[in-house]
């Protein structure tokens, strides 16, 4: 398996779009910290792109590299090696290279602007554990997609949809289940409803940080006491350990009835 | 020549009657409440340095007491310590510590009842219930004081400057803390409270009701539990005030309810839960106010009628406004919002577009709390947007039509 | 050497094999043939594990291969299209596979044979498909194994690597080797195959040598002789 994760990873690592991806982040960075001066207002502006960005990209690199590398696992497939480690040696080979970017190309501003002096060092950290979370979660959750559909545009564009989904829709249908059942004590389904979204997980994790608890009246005081501990913090790092556990699993399950 | 010279007899006439009376552990006179049957008008008791346990001491007499570095007065935890009820005293430089706890009884370190012109001065007040309690006086001073507690609830805690039915009160410089409300004002009228900080107490950093023209500024609110509430009350002024950090879900920078005719301008409001929460209120002028990062920046409720919002700056709030009404007769003119996207093309300063501050987000917030859970989920983002280039559910006709480019203040 | 026992494939609703029976003796050169979707592919990977079987089983040197991946240490297989992550260079990739294959191997020699010394350093994503055809053969032949598959090996080749294709083909057959080829160039198939295995219907339709095929079929042609095949399945 490492050794697939290795050439996955040069691969990917010499792809240009790992570099815009690089540069874009890199960029974020700087003109963030460098136009804005508060490192605290740029975690939030962070916290934003990421939640969004990093599925995003996460899932078309996943399906992307799925679909064009197709016939290289074939041959790969015909080489004595288990082909449960070809797989996992490619999700973890773009997993790893999507969170390089990601974790170096903030990570460089924001050493360079001084963050090791800053009290925001913490949330800087947070959101880069939530980010490098998010991508190996959508990552294996494109992977699953791409393994379950043969046709490369149906599965680009279930793949696109399931993001969309978790990203947008499932907070649609959230907002107005919410809104319909006003009448009665929401806060447990709406801890709930957070812990089934890993992006809506990864959004409540930073903003709770970041001490936007204090807004959330009742509900807040149902979601700080969760998230606010320690244990809450556990519970919620081992759902997202669990977010990407099970796809891998069931990634694993499919492969073993998977034709090529 | 006969009016100085008599003036001069008279001076030294009272400045030969007024005595000194010396207190210490090992003097003739080695208790407080000794000194005060001795002394007479107009006489100073200086108290030396040391401990004295002593409580319910009764100042019934136009005194001045005044300690030195280690004067402690210590109440052993019983009853009030100082009560007075003369006119014309004095209280300077000495610690009063342990005040009695009741449930029943307002025990204070210093407490003042019918008085006239009295100032309590450079006190240092620790471990008490309440800390200075001025019932029907006027014409005090209450400057420089440290008052602190280590309060853990409201029901058997006190305030630390409460005052009730006076007038002409000049509370300056005082630092308040770990008490359950930091000032307390209650029909105080023609006062002013400057310069003080109040911080970390559990309830009010400044409660304040059924007082009319007052005026604070350049006080610090920091780390209270619920903020300042400002209540039932009008003719207020306010200015240069700094709200920060009360952080809760109760909390706010400035709670004002059923308050007319009032300027406030010149304050910050940084990262409260809410920065101002109006309720019924009523002819306010908000000018050049700073809102940085609070939860929402201004929340209105019910009845507001003829406020003015001119050259606040709102800056990173996670929401600018927040309104449970549709009926708006409020006015919002040149502040300016960092959430502002729209344009200067005339270069004048002023947005060509106007800025609506209630999002939609807001809106339904208001309705529905639990779906603050939402907040900063991309859904949120493009409901806001829709809503903010066809408006249906927010009002229409609130908005801010000529928002600046620029931050008008530099109070941060 | 090989062996398919009543190997049943659906994909879907469409049945590929249908009780497949086959047996490949050690040594020589296996042509298999067979009209487009006749399961030729399917047939093949199979046998590589990377389609599996609905019912069967398959057995290479004695032992099963269901389930199991460290047989394949001992075939080359020679994909249908080659594809190569387009950021490695042709050096990389050799030495990537060897890596993968804990094997000696011999592909300078190869190398040498289809002139590729001037690609090594090249990206994949760079060539030309029939170079990458000629390094997909590089990789195949370098490792010296009992079984060669090849899923149509002559693609994109120009005359003369074809000619050091069929020379290779040839040499290894005389070191004993057993070579199974699919393709759809019957001249290809007339010179160098010992050996045909006919589907049809997801069953062997015929398997002999191709006079017996000839004979068959009363074709002295073979590409006739297989139309003939071919046009009885209409039939």
Sequence with gaps: MLKILKYSFYDLMR?????????????????????????????????????????????????????????????????????????????????????????????????????????????????????????????????????????????????????????????????????????????????????????????????????????????????????????????????????????????????????? | MNKISLLLFLFTISFSQAKQIEVCNTCEISTIKKAIELAENGDEIFIKKGVYKENDIEVNKEITIYGEEGTILDGTNNGSVLHVTANNFAIKNIKIINVGVSYTKDFAAIKVVRCENFTIENVVLDQIFFGILIEKSHYGKILNNTLSSTAKDEANSGNGIHIWHSSNMEVEGNEVFGMRDGIYFEFVTESKIHNNLSHDNIR??????????????????????????????????????????????????????????????????????????????????????????????????????????????????????????????????????????????????????????????SYVVNKTPEALVLLRSLFVDIINFSEKVSPVFTPNDLMDKNPKMKKNNDSI | MIQFKNIHKRFGKLTVLDGLDLDIKKGGIFAILGPNGSGKTTLIKCLLGMVIPNKGDITFEGKSVLKKWEYRNNLNYLPQIANFPPNLTVIELINMVKNLRPKSSN?????????????????????????????????????????????????????????????????????????????????????????????????????????????????????????????????
């Design chain 1, 15 to 260: 792809s240009r779009w790992s570099y815009v991806y690089f540069l874009f982040y890199l960029l974020l960075g700087f003109v963030l910290l460098f136009l804005n001066n508060d490192v605290n207002k740029a975690v939030i502006t962070l916290m934003n792109i990421i939640i969004v960005l990093t599925p995003l990209i996460g899932t078309i690199f996943g399906v992307m590299y799925y679909y064009n590398s197709k016939e290289f696992t074939e041959l790969l497939l015909a080489q004595p090696i288990n082909r449960k480690k070809i797989f996992m040696g490619q999700y973890v080979g773009i997993s790893l290279s999507l969170t390089l970017s990601l974790v170096l190309g903030l990570g460089i501003p924001f050493i360079l602007y001084g963050l090791f002096k800053s009290t925001a060092i913490f949330n800087f950290t947070l959101l880069l554990i939530v980010g490098s979370f998010l991508n190996f979660i959508f990552v294996a959750l494109s992977y699953n997609i791409a393994l379950s559909t043969e046709n490369k545009i149906k599965g680009f564009g279930y793949a696109i949809l399931m993001w969309l989904f978790l990203a947008v829709i499932y907070d649609g249908v959230f907002l107005i289940s919410l809104v319909m059942f006003d009448e009665y004590p929401l806060d447990k389904f709406s801890l709930i409803a957070t812990m089934l979204n890993p992006i809506d997980l990864s959004r409540i994790l930073i903003l709770l940080k970041l001490d936007i608890s204090a807004l959330l009246g009742y509900t807040g005081a149902v979601f700080r006491k969760f998230f606010g501990t320690n244990f809450g913090m556990l519970i919620s790092m081992s759902i997202l350990v669990l977010w990407v556990i099970f796809p891998i699993f069931r990634m694993n399950r499919k492969l073993k009835r998977k034709d090529f």
């Design chain 2, 204 to 361: 009010y950093g400044l409660h304040f009701m059924f007082s009319n023209n007052d005026t604070y500024y350049n006080n610090e609110f920091k780390n209270n539990g619920a903020g300042v509430a400002v209540m039932f009350s009008k003719f207020i002024t306010m200015y240069q005030n700094k709200f920060l950090h009360n952080w809760g879900s109760a909390s706010y920078g400035l709670l004002l309810k059923e308050i007319y005719d009032t300027q406030i301008y010149n304050n910050l409001f940084q990262e409260n839960t809410i920065g101002i929460k109006g309720e019924g209120c009523t002819r306010i002028n908000y000018k050049n106010n700073t809102f940085l990062r609070n939860g929402w920046a201004i929340k209105i409720a019910g009845a507001c009628y003829t406020n003015i919002f001119e050259n606040n700056d709102f800056m990173h709030n996670s929401l600018d406004l927040a309104y449970n009404t549709k009926v708006n007769d409020n006015r919002f003119e040149n502040n300016y919002w960092s959430e502002y996207t729209g344009y200067d093309l005339d270069n004048d300063g002023i947005g060509d577009v106007p800025y609506r501050p209630v999002k939609l987000f």
């Design chain 3, 107 to 235: 592909e300078q020699e190869l190398i040498q044979l289809f002139g590729l010394k001037s690609f090594l350093n090249k990206k994949l994503g760079n060539l030309s498909g029939g170079t990458k055809q000629k390094v997909n053969l590089v990789l195949t032949f370098m490792f010296d194994s009992d079984l060669i598959i090849l899923d149509e090996p002559t693609t994109g080749l120009d005359p003369i690597s074809l000619i050091h294709l069929k020379e290779l083909i040839q040499k290894e057959k005389e070191k004993g080797k057993t070579i199974l080829i699919t393709t759809h160039i019957m001249s290809f198939v007339n010179e160098v195959a010992d050996e045909i295995v006919f589907l049809l219907d997801g069953k062997i339709y015929f398997k002999g040598s191709i006079d017996e095929l000839k004979k068959q079929t009363n074709n002295n042609n073979l590409e006739h002789a297989i139309a003939n095949l071919i046009s009885k399945q209409y039939a």
